[in-house]
């Protein structure tokens, strides 16, 4: 199998460092990036009639309904070729489900389920610190400070702080986290090639182990 071919679900509460790893692991492997976080940061920030809908949810740390989600990331799916990463979807077991659904329909299968497994008391310090450009770098403040304080080392924008990054909403996040999201764990480790790696240890070594798992499946790059 062509790794530019894999779809993949990427697992991981927030600030497990998904975004960071997903880039990585797109790069490195051709398949197109979906973040649906991302996707309703992009529609609320341009004020479109989904990012309206979504606006609330996001600011208060709560899920997006499954209908509104499905919805989006089944048009995202249809209008992409080759392989994909879901980032932050699916989020509940009735998003499993539906992209089980909508697969089954298109005569595909997910490949493979990454997690990134973090301890909740880990993620408040690590969210709180972490700050973003509108260009799309992230940085944080305890581990990948900016060069200069509050400006991005890439286009020299000043730095933000996400709404739902503060410490009310980071514990509010987490609690749905492990309320709707853990028991994917469980999904999706029962059914199929399932892989799991410490968050907590250094960037460089999340990917090392992540890349693993996708290199025993598909080959290394480099190799083909
Ligand atoms: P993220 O950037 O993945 O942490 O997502 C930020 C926010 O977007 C979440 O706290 C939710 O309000 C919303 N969101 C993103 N993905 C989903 C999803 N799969 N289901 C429901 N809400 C989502």
Request: hydrophobic letters at 40%; a neutral charge; aromatic letters at 4%.
């Amino acid at each position: 199998m062509s790794a530019t071919e894999l779809r993949l679900v990427l697992l991981g509460c927030p600030g497990a460092g998904k975004g960071t790893q997903a880039k990585v692991l797109c790069e490195r492997y051709g398949m197109t990036h979906l973040s649906t976080g991302d996707c309703f940061r992009a529609e609320s920030a341009a004020g479109s009639a989904l990012g309206k809908k979504v606006a609330d949810y996001m600011k208060r740390g709560v899920l997006v309904p499954d209908e509104v989600v499905n919805e989006v990331v089944a048009s995202k799916l249809d209008a992409l070729k080759g392989g994909w990463l879901l980032d932050g979807f699916p989020r509940t077991l009735d998003q499993a489900q539906g992209l089980d659904r909508y697969l089954r329909s298109a005569g595909a299968k997910i490949d493979i389920v990454l997690s990134i497994a973090m301890k909740p008391e880990d993620i408040v310090r690590r969210l709180t610190s972490r700050r973003s450009c509108a260009c799309g770098e992230v940085y944080n403040l305890l581990s990948r400070p900016p060069r200069v304080e509050g400006v991005c080392d890439k286009c020299g924008k000043p730095l933000l702080q996400r709404e739902d990054d503060t410490e009310a909403t980071v514990r509010k996040r987490l609690m749905v986290y492990e309320d709707l999201t853990s028991p994917l764990v469980a999904y999706y480790r029962s059914g199929g090639v399932f892989t799991e790696v410490d968050g907590a240890l250094p960037v460089a070594d999340v990917t090392k182990g992540l890349c693993a798992a996708v290199d025993a499946l598909a080959g290394s790059p480099t190799e083909s």
